[in-house]
């Protein structure tokens, strides 16, 4: 992570995973955000929900510097995500981050 600031993108499109992968991708989530996951009835849906819960979580990590699995992510009234973990390190105190989904039809 450069200059506070930390970007990423991800192309889903051409991920076809088999479902043991996908799966075992979605077992790295807490259970609540497993379910969240499955609740979406298109497959394309469920991938990007997928990574972008995933994204988030190895964002924090990077940022909070804890291991994927520690950070707790909560939801808003409005339901935007956000990292619950506290004692925020001296570097980062008010770290926060959004998350965007785009689908582009070609």
Same mark, same amino acid.
């Given at each position: 992570m450069q200059g506070g600031r930390l970007r990423w993108a991800v192309n889903t499109a051409?991920?076809?995973?088999? +479902? @043991?992968?996908?799966?075992l991708l979605l077992s790295l989530l807490p259970e609540e955000e497993r379910a969240a996951v499955a609740k979406f009835t298109q497959a394309d849906d469920r991938k990007r929900a997928l990574i972008s819960r995933l994204l988030q979580r190895a964002?924090?990590?990077?940022?909070?510097?804890? +291991? @994927?699995a520690a950070i707790v992510v909560q939801r808003t009234k409005g339901r935007k995500p956000y990292a619950a973990n506290q004692p925020r390190p001296q570097h980062a105190p008010n770290w926060n981050y959004s998350v965007s989904h785009e689908v582009r039809v070609q």
């Open positions: 051409h991920w076809v995973p088999e +479902p @043991p992968a996908f799966e964002a924090a990590a990077a940022a909070l510097g804890l +291991p @994927p």
